[in-house]
């Protein structure tokens, strides 16, 4: 059971759906439920049957050295629970102790039917909104009482969204190295392996670089000698296309990302000397700062611009959809709410024209994936799913973990997101802190300067 705020005097006893004197919110001492709950939190209504939350917790767990964070909602119906993603690695404390102190008391002793009325009620309680600690910690509520959702019915959640509307889900996964040479080995056997989609990155000079190892002392008469500069980058990015289209063909679709890095206009220079290559997408183009440019950014980019992954709102999608910013969405169902908002996100997508490229790497849980998987597979607006290949470790500690086989995902066919917690196994990978700050704390050019990680 939850803990209970030190208070004076017993709590007295209320009824799930009996409802909460307005006079009695004066005192304090009386606002707690036998169960822990928070009574004036419950609905004016009642419910058909008595199943209610009895327990939500988080759990911190890292496999394979990544922090992530799962909400585990335990009910009155012994051995009915649902396991939600609400991985923020780089402020993983921050999320558990929101969901347990903050979040969880809201939703105990509430019907884990009413999915939409809660997660309305977790959103507005904090006053200040959003954000992806309290987002993330309110995500996993919200996907975890999907999974109990899906159990109850005897459906996998997928089903509950409206069914397939294809197969299975194609995804793409990285290819990396020091040098464009060995980036594109790892690409040739990414494609011997079925896939069709690789994103490619390679290394630069000094240790900044980002999804590929750098080279020591890359500028060595600099302030910061292993410094990042973008010109460098500006002028070799192209030639890893290049060399890439020579080498694969033209029957792989090709990503590259750029991790924030760059201005607006600089953007704009990389996109048009990328045009003859015909990549897929080019990503997260420029810093959160400067989204109120992707508009004209996108206008003047050739090649579709994918954004969104450090997207910590629903209303900040929104106007990326809305207003042009973006081709290809990138957020995932655990940085903006949950399923319940991602949902109504992607069918946005679709009357606009707009297509999902859901962010989904190792840092986030097995159970994030399988939330991303039944948007995928159902929904229209789908263009691209980012994979990841877990170590045996995360597949011990989730059992069900999804598999990529032949370039393609395909959601589980059991009840919720047919995916398990073994706590005694994540007990036996404890997370680590500020492994991204001892990294991003280093990314800086070769003036000295940081830059966005």
Same mark, same amino acid.
């Given at each position: 059971?939850?803990?209970?705020?030190?208070?004076?005097?017993?709590?007295?006893?209320?009824?799930?759906?009996?409802?909460?004197?307005?006079?009695?919110?004066?005192? &304090?001492?009386?606002?707690?439920?036998?169960?822990?709950?928070?009574?004036?939190?419950?609905?004016?209504?009642?419910?058909?049957?008595?199943?209610?939350?009895?327990?939500?917790?988080?759990?911190?767990?890292?496999?394979?050295?990544?922090?992530?964070?799962?909400?585990?909602?335990?009910?009155?119906?012994?051995?009915?629970?649902?396991?939600?993603?609400?991985?923020?690695?780089?402020?993983? !404390?921050?999320?558990?102790?929101?969901?347990?102190?903050?979040?969880? &008391?809201?939703?105990?002793?509430?019907?884990?039917?009413?999915?939409?009325?809660?997660?309305?009620?977790?959103?507005?309680?904090?006053?200040?909104?959003?954000?992806?600690?309290?987002?993330?910690?309110?995500?996993?509520?919200?996907?975890?009482?999907?999974?109990? /959702?899906?159990?109850?019915?005897?459906?996998?959640?997928?089903?509950?969204?409206?069914?397939?509307?294809?197969? /299975?889900?194609?995804?793409?996964?990285? !290819?990396?190295?020091?040098?464009?040479?060995?980036?594109?080995?790892?690409?040739?056997?990414?494609?011997?392996?079925?896939?069709?989609?690789?994103?490619?990155?390679?290394?630069?000079?000094?240790?900044?670089?980002?999804?590929?190892?750098?080279?020591?002392?890359?500028?060595?008469?600099?302030?910061?000698?292993?410094?990042?500069?973008?010109?460098?980058?500006?002028?070799?990015?192209?030639?890893?296309?290049?060399?890439?289209?020579?080498?694969?063909?033209?029957?792989?679709?090709?990503?590259?990302?750029?991790?924030?890095?760059?201005?607006?206009?600089?953007?704009?220079?990389?996109?048009? /000397?990328?045009?003859?290559?015909?990549?897929?997408?080019?990503?997260?183009?420029?810093?959160?700062?400067?989204?109120?440019?992707?508009?004209?950014?996108?206008?003047?980019? &050739?090649?579709?611009?994918?954004?969104?992954?450090?997207?910590?709102?629903?209303?900040?999608?929104?106007?990326?959809?809305?207003?042009?910013?973006?081709?290809?969405?990138?957020?995932?169902?655990?940085?903006?709410?949950?399923?319940?908002?991602?949902?109504?996100?992607?069918?946005?997508?679709?009357?606009?024209?707009?297509?999902? !490229?859901?962010?989904?790497?190792?840092?986030?849980?097995?159970?994030?994936?399988?939330?991303?998987?039944?948007?995928?597979?159902?929904?229209? /607006?789908?263009?691209?799913?980012?994979?990841?290949?877990?170590?045996?470790?995360?597949?011990?500690?989730?059992?069900?973990?999804?598999?990529?086989?032949?370039?393609?995902?395909?959601?589980?066919?059991?009840?919720?997101?047919?995916?398990?917690?073994?706590?005694?196994?994540?007990?036996?990978?404890?997370?680590?802190?500020?492994?991204?700050?001892?990294?991003?704390?280093?990314?800086?050019?070769?003036?000295?300067?940081?830059?966005?990680?």
């Amino acid at each position: 059971m939850p803990s209970i705020p030190p208070h004076s005097g017993m709590s007295e006893r209320i009824e799930p759906d009996r409802p909460l004197d307005p006079d009695r919110l004066s005192d &304090p001492d009386r606002l707690l439920g036998p169960d822990g709950g928070l009574p004036q939190a419950r609905p004016p209504w009642t419910h058909r049957d008595g199943l209610r939350i009895t327990r939500v917790r988080a759990v911190v767990t890292a496999p394979e050295g990544t922090p992530l964070v799962v909400v585990r909602v335990d009910t009155s119906d012994d051995g009915l629970y649902g396991l939600g993603c609400a991985t923020f690695t780089q402020r993983y !404390a921050a999320v558990a102790a929101a969901v347990d102190e903050h979040v969880g &008391p809201l939703a105990v002793g509430r019907h884990p039917a009413d999915i939409e009325d809660i997660t309305r009620l977790v959103h507005y309680s904090s006053y200040w909104r959003n954000g992806p600690v309290l987002n993330n910690a309110l995500s996993g509520l919200d996907q975890a009482l999907w999974d109990i /959702a899906g159990k109850r019915a005897g459906l996998p959640v997928h089903e509950l969204l409206g069914g397939r509307c294809r197969a /299975a889900v194609e995804v793409y996964s990285h !290819a990396a190295g020091p040098t464009i040479g060995e980036t594109l080995d790892r690409a040739e056997q990414l494609i011997e392996a079925g896939y069709r989609n690789v994103r490619l990155q390679t290394g630069q000079p000094g240790l900044g670089a980002y999804g590929a190892p750098g080279t020591g002392n890359g500028y060595p008469r600099s302030p910061h000698p292993d410094g990042w500069d973008p010109e460098r980058y500006l002028r070799s990015t192209p030639a890893l296309f290049a060399a890439a289209r020579g080498r694969l063909g033209d029957d792989v679709n090709l990503m590259h990302d750029v991790h924030s890095r760059l201005t607006p206009k600089q953007a704009v220079v990389l996109a048009r /000397a990328l045009e003859p290559y015909g990549l897929s997408f080019l990503e997260d183009v420029v810093a959160p700062e400067f989204y109120d440019h992707l508009p004209a950014v996108r206008a003047a980019s &050739p090649v579709p611009v994918a954004v969104g992954e450090q997207l910590g709102s629903v209303p900040d999608a929104v106007r990326l959809v809305r207003d042009g910013g973006v081709d290809l969405l990138r957020l995932h169902t655990s940085s903006v709410g949950g399923l319940t908002p991602t949902r109504k996100l992607v069918a946005l997508c679709e009357l606009l024209g707009v297509r999902t !490229a859901f962010h989904s790497p190792g840092d986030i849980s097995p159970v994030g994936v399988a939330a991303n998987l039944a948007v995928d597979i159902s929904s229209p /607006a789908f263009g691209f799913q980012e994979s990841h290949d877990y170590n045996e470790a995360t597949h011990e500690v989730f059992p069900g973990t999804p598999v990529v086989a032949d370039g393609h995902l395909r959601p589980s066919e059991e009840p919720g997101w047919g995916i398990a917690l073994d706590e005694k196994a994540a007990g036996r990978f404890p997370p680590v802190k500020f492994l991204h700050e001892r990294w991003s704390a280093q990314v800086r050019r070769p003036d000295g300067a940081l830059e966005a990680p």
